[in-house]
């Protein structure tokens, strides 16, 4: 089991920054990919960013390409995601998630844990 907690989130005026982190705890050896989806009110759930463990290599959805980066501290287990700027569409829960199996990790079928979110919201 991998467990994960997120942190970081609050209210933020529109073209202001935060940074979301999420702590592994648990059996991170096991991880071999970790994201960042979101949910806002009456949507579903979607991704938004990952990344893999080994090696690094990232993946952003066009909504936030550019203004948002997933980055990772193997030796913490912990990995982040800045964003910035934010606008009043972001404003969402935003969940971690870790997968163990090897895949392109785009949707969230693929993520075996998750962790319970941290509200973002963005005023205009």
């Known amino acids: 089991q991998v467990q994960l907690v997120e942190s970081g989130g609050g209210l933020v005026q529109a073209g202001g920054s935060l940074r979301l982190s999420c702590a592994a705890s648990?059996?991170?050896?096991?991880?071999?990919?970790m994201g960042w989806f979101r949910q806002a009110p009456g949507k579903e759930r979607e991704f938004v960013a990952r990344?893999?463990?080994?090696?690094?290599?990232?993946y952003y959805a066009d909504s936030v390409k550019g203004r948002f980066t997933i980055s990772r501290d193997n030796a913490k287990n912990t990995v982040y995601l800045q964003m910035n700027p934010l606008k009043p569409e972001d404003t969402a829960v935003y969940y971690c998630?870790?997968?163990?199996?090897?895949?392109?990790?785009?949707?969230?079928?693929?993520?075996?844990?998750w962790g319970q979110g941290t509200q973002v919201t963005v005023s205009s």
């Open positions: 998630a870790a997968g163990r199996y090897a895949g392109g990790y785009y949707a969230e079928h693929e993520y075996d844990y």
């Open positions: 648990g059996r991170t050896g096991s991880v071999y990919a």
């Open positions: 990344i893999m463990w080994s090696g690094g290599n990232t």
